[in-house]
């Protein structure tokens, strides 16, 4: 579980054609003021590390970043943020340090592979994104590498553009980037859809030439694969939101305070363009429904891969409504197919092909009906643990 901390909600100085959180600047929401003290109480009662959170947080006054960085650095002896680098300067450089801030960054590649993150002409847009890149330098020099998060889309990563987004990757390997998380796009508007999402083989093309880098790289790492593979193994224990049978109504691995200490759910849920406050209980219907509705209806019944996808992430869903899978399935689909293939050649067997998979399918299902959500791992220890036991009981 992580905790966001969205001091002005989504206010930003970029304007990503393809944010997710757009629906809320369509609809005017946008944060002017916010309170310390009332998010810092809000923050006691969460009672875990969090990250500053937008939008774009560095529009918060740096005074104010250091008063929310020591209560952080008090508190629980590290801090993190998610930025779109372009503010960084020398302050900031100075407070990451002193406060222990790991710092994310969002950026889709150099020049016009990153023209997506928009800043209001061709010109500034290009400027903020030369920006960005001598951050990440900077942060490197300064051993303060940052992580990640790349978008795929049609400005990026189509066959024309993928030589140079990996020429760019190897450069950042090169300084020190360690780790990078990939992201498909979540498309929140038709006209997005039509200028910047990419065919699903584009994407599984793409993702599939970033694997085979990753094997050439010394020190970048791409989550996602690593991801699917111990989901296919069923370690799933530090599994991503998006493969842990995320409830839209809570986001149970993301807990949100805004500015003025409301508690709120994960954005990539959020379609309404409000923050709705999140529910006390945990459901999981979407899964139930999920495993037992065909998929040419949207749901994800006989998929070999349902213990490990779960549907995906419910801000990709089918047509906008988190009770269809995602969709981006034909994608998941290829990406654990590739590396089901990969183990099985390695004389290891993922549960996908395991004969007694309807089994644990089966436990997940009770637990999801009983307002549980337990890992993978745990549900299959605790399988094989009981079968043992009545193996024993029989013998004596």
């Known amino acids: 579980m992580g905790v966001e901390l969205r001091p002005l909600g989504v206010n930003c100085n970029l304007s990503c054609q393809y944010c997710y959180q757009n629906p809320q600047r369509d609809a005017g929401n946008l944060t002017r003021k916010y309170d310390l003290e009332a998010m810092k109480a809000a923050l006691l009662a969460e009672g875990s590390p969090f990250i500053l959170f937008g939008g774009e947080p560095l529009l918060v006054p ?10 952080g650095l008090e508190r629980h002896g590290q801090n993190g943020i998610q930025t779109n680098g372009v503010l960084i300067d020398d302050r900031h450089l100075q407070l990451f340090r002193k406060y222990k801030v790991h710092v994310g960054i969002s950026m889709d590649g150099p020049g ?18 030369e920006k ?51 992201h498909l796009l979540e498309v929140e508007e038709p006209n997005i859809r039509d200028k910047y999402a990419l065919p699903a083989g584009d994407n599984v093309r793409a993702m599939l030439c970033l694997s085979r880098l990753e094997s050439e790289l010394p020190r970048l790492r791409f989550d996602i694969f690593r991801e699917i593979e111990s989901l296919l193994l069923a370690r799933d224990q530090q599994a991503t939101c998006v493969w842990r049978a995320c409830d839209p109504y809570t986001t149970e691995a993301v807990r949100g305070v805004e500015g003025h200490g409301q508690r ?7 379609k309404d363009g409000i923050d709705f406050h999140k529910a006390n209980t945990p459901g999981y219907e979407r ?7 065909p998929q040419e209806f949207g749901g ?21 409504d988190w009770r269809n899978r995602t969709e981006h399935c034909a994608e998941w689909k290829a990406l654990f197919r590739e590396a089901e293939d990969k183990l099985l050649d390695r004389g290891a067997t993922p549960i996908s092909v395991q004969p007694n998979r309807v089994y644990l399918e089966a436990a997940m ?10 890992s993978l791992q745990d549900t299959l220890a605790r399988m094989i643990a009981e079968h043992q036991k009545s193996i024993a009981g029989a013998a004596s």
């Open 132 to 182: 960005t890149q001598a951050a990440i330098a900077r942060l490197c020099q300064e051993g303060l590498p940052p992580s990640l998060i790349v978008t795929l889309h049609r400005g990026n990563a189509t066959a024309e553009h993928l030589p140079a987004l990996t020429v760019w990757l190897r450069e950042l390997d090169r300084l020190g980037v360690h780790s990078a998380r990939l």
């Open 62 to 71: 740096v005074e104010d970043l250091e008063e929310l960085w020591r209560f």
């Open 365 to 374: 299902l009770r637990a999801w009906t009983e307002g549980k959500n337990p």
């Open 300 to 320: 994800c019944k006989g998929c070999r891969f349902f213990l490990q996808c779960k549907g995906q992430c419910p801000g990709t869903a089918l047509a906008g």
């Open 287 to 293: 899964y139930l429904a999920l495993y037992h509705t």
């Open 112 to 129: 016009p592979l990153n023209d997506a993150r928009w800043m209001g002409t061709l010109a500034a847009t290009r400027a903020a994104t």
């Open 264 to 270: 709120s759910n994960c954005g990539r849920t959020n």
